[in-house]
């Protein structure tokens, strides 16, 4: 199983960035999917959830900026970050809950993570 993240980049303070991951592989089924951030020298912490019926979490840090959603087809989700600020730099990290076609539990998968800037 792998999970690709994409749309990262540099951004100016109060714009908007696109984040997605897919997962891919030899998944038999997708439960929570969700976006984690780590900033240097602080520890990483969860940005938003979203579980298999599209339930929805947020930090309170991003609570009317951010919106998570996920497309179950294409085991893709997506964070939508508007009105960015600079303490939202840091590398985003999506991870899901998935089981696979040769296992009955679900395991924890990581993508590679993706660098967000927001600077003038």
């Known amino acids: 199983v792998q999970l690709v993240e994409s749309g990262g980049g540099l951004m100016q303070p109060g714009g908007s960035l696109r984040l997605s991951c897919a997962a891919s592989?030899?998944?038999?089924?997708?439960?929570?999917m969700g976006w984690y951030r780590q900033a240097p020298g602080k520890q990483r912490e969860l940005v938003a959830g979203i579980s298999s019926v599209g339930t929805t979490d947020y930090a309170d840090s991003v609570k009317g900026r951010f919106t998570i959603s996920r497309d179950n087809a294409k085991n893709t989700v997506f964070l939508q970050m508007n009105n960015l600020k600079p303490e939202d730099t840091a590398v985003y990290y999506c991870a899901a809950e998935i089981r696979t076609y040769s296992r009955v539990t679900y395991s924890n998968y990581w993508g590679q993570g993706t660098q967000v800037t927001v600077s003038s």
């Open positions: 592989g030899s998944i038999f089924r997708v439960n929570t």
